[in-house]
């Protein structure tokens, strides 16, 4: 995914000292930028605060931005970085193993995703037998459907690191929706 002619525009105006120019450039990616930040972090205090930091982290090297790559990958890389080194953080702090279940940022409306929400708790436990990379790999690629050469750059590794990492976490999650839960298989 490249860059459209907007966002150039936007990212001009910003390194020229517009800085108002920045808040449309990012508002189309908020809502998907806290929502990675929760899948990767099990947090919504943490993810808030993942989600800003990358976002003040994007604003203060756009200067750094390559904007022959995708705008929203370089964020969604931001953001990676940004909740790696907090449950890196966290872990030293705690001294003990993070909560691994990922889910996606909570709808507002209870009523209109009740199979959404049984799938994504489903989910959730699936999840937490993947490595923290197989996890951030799987969520980029499946969930954020970002392809293999969009998550490699957003993690920062190679395209065969993703695929390795891709299937293995496909193949954790189907042995865990086999084992834990049969009844997500039946519509195959």
């Known amino acids: 995914m490249r860059m459209n002619e907007t966002e150039k525009e936007l990212v001009a105006m910003v390194l020229s000292g517009r800085n108002e120019a920045f808040e449309p450039l990012v508002t189309p990616y908020r809502e998907s930028l806290l929502s990675l930040a929760f899948r990767l972090t099990g947090n919504r205090e943490d993810a808030r605060e993942v989600a800003q930091e990358a976002l003040l982290r994007a ?23 940004q909740a790696r080194d907090r449950l890196r953080r966290r872990r030293k702090e705690a001294d003990t193993a993070v909560e691994a279940a990922r889910k996606p940022w909570p709808q507002e409306d209870p009523e209109s995703g009740r ?3 049984e799938f994504r ?7 937490s037998v993947l490595a923290p990379r197989e996890r951030e790999v799987f969520i980029l690629r499946d969930l954020e459907e970002l392809d293999i050469r969009e998550t490699a750059l957003a993690l920062g590794c190679s395209s065969v690191s993703v695929r390795v990492h891709l299937s293995s976490a496909r193949r954790k999650i189907r042995d865990a929706i086999r084992e834990k839960f049969p009844h997500l298989e039946e519509g195959r």
């Open 121 to 127: 708790s489903d989910l959730e436990k699936c999840l």
């Open 115 to 117: 199979r959404a929400k």
């Open 59 to 81: 604003f203060k090297h756009l200067g750094r931005y390559d904007t022959s790559r995708s705008f929203r990958n370089w964020l969604f890389q931001i953001a990676a970085n």
